[in-house]
């Protein structure tokens, strides 16, 4: 990779020390002749990624996660710098940083394509989600009902608090908790995996990349809730059915050399 010249500084004040870590990582490349540029501001400002070689977001996988639409559109590389509990997306440590930012300034570093599910409400417009995206009962205490097709051909209905539909990314987040399987990143696909289903015949599925999924929920007496990344995926109730696949874009994430997934899930899980 070519050696970076510049460079975007995103920190997420809700986590606590990130102004240190900021101050830190703008010290290293300022030393190492690397123009940067800081924000504050979260999410961060429009187009504030244009022009930059790479980005490091500071704070947890939610930080890095809000930067999707400007990484894609300006196609530059994310690396998150983990301050949250649990983040697998964060592929630097605030603590050693003194040693591992040189070598990825003098580009010693590669970018993982990671998929992306692209969805949207009937005739609507494609928005895309890098973790998950979730259609839950919005009617607390109540099951709510839904229908899943792939492309003319129904896969089940499910009496459910909700369903989830991950990339493999996402699999090691609510998808995990829900009990669906961890998938390998580079894996194009997609997992559904229901919520608290009415049936212990309900298991996970995973689907290839170029089909389709339809969602309907005809019979719930209130609109699902429906939410990608963890944010509300429409400014207002959606008009289902909804369609899921898997986007032909990527998200671009920067890993040092020697990154390891599985080591990541080693440590994280607990795995022996």
Request: hydrophobic share 40%; proline share 7%.
């Amino acid at each position: 990779m070519n050696a970076l010249t510049k460079v975007a500084i995103v920190s997420n004040l809700t986590k606590s020390g990130t102004r240190q870590v900021a101050k830190v990582l703008e010290e290293i490349c300022r030393a190492n002749n690397v123009e940067v540029y800081l924000t504050e501001d979260f999410p961060c400002p429009r187009d504030f990624l244009k022009g930059m070689d790479a980005c490091f977001s500071i704070g947890g996988d939610g930080t890095l996660l809000n930067l999707l639409d400007e990484a894609i559109a300006h196609e530059v590389p994310v690396a998150g710098i983990g301050l949250g509990k649990l983040g697998f997306l964060a592929t630097l440590s605030p603590n050693t940083l003194a040693s591992s930012l040189p070598p990825i300034i003098r580009g010693e570093f590669q970018v993982r394509k990671r998929s992306l599910i692209g969805y949207r409400e009937n005739a609507g417009i494609a928005k895309l989600a890098l973790n998950d995206v979730v259609v839950k009962s919005a009617t607390t205490g109540r099951l709510g009902r839904f229908s899943v097709f792939c492309g003319e051909e129904r896969v089940a209905d499910y009496a459910s608090d909700g369903i989830v539909f991950s990339t493999p990314t996402g699999s090691t987040a609510y998808n995990l908790a829900a009990g669906g399987p961890i998938a390998h990143p580079e894996a194009e696909v997609i997992l559904m995996t229901p919520i608290s289903a009415h049936s212990l015949t309900s298991r996970p599925l995973v689907f290839p990349s170029g089909i389709s999924l339809r969602i309907e929920c005809e019979n719930n007496s209130v609109c699902p809730l429906v939410s990608a990344d963890g944010r509300e995926a429409f400014l207002s109730p959606p008009n289902f059915p909804l369609e899921i696949f898997v986007s032909p874009k990527n998200f671009p994430l920067m890993e040092t050399i020697g990154h390891s997934h599985f080591r990541v899930l080693r440590n994280k899980l607990k795995w022996g």
